[in-house]
């Protein structure tokens, strides 16, 4: 199995928390997600996750 953002986007009110990405996460395999503080990192996994949705793209 595997997951596919496909141009996903995620914003609340004005602020961007991340544009446009495009990735997939592939079975068996292990990733890390590395940011600042306040950089998208906790919101990027509740979007994956389906707690969110995405402001824009689709999540496969």
């Known amino acids: 199995?595997?997951?596919r953002l496909e141009g996903i986007s995620r914003k609340f009110n004005r602020q961007k928390v991340f544009q446009n990405l495009t990735?997939?996460?592939s079975s068996g395999e292990?990733?890390?997600i590395l940011g600042g503080n306040?950089?998208?990192k906790s919101t990027l996994i509740k979007v994956i996750l389906?707690?969110?949705t995405?402001?824009?793209g689709s999540i496969s």
């Open 38 to 40: 306040g950089s998208g």
């Open 50 to 52: 389906g707690a969110l």
């Open 1 to 3: 199995m595997e997951v």
């Open 54 to 56: 995405p402001s824009k």
């Open 23 to 25: 990735y997939t996460f």
């Open 30 to 32: 292990t990733y890390a």
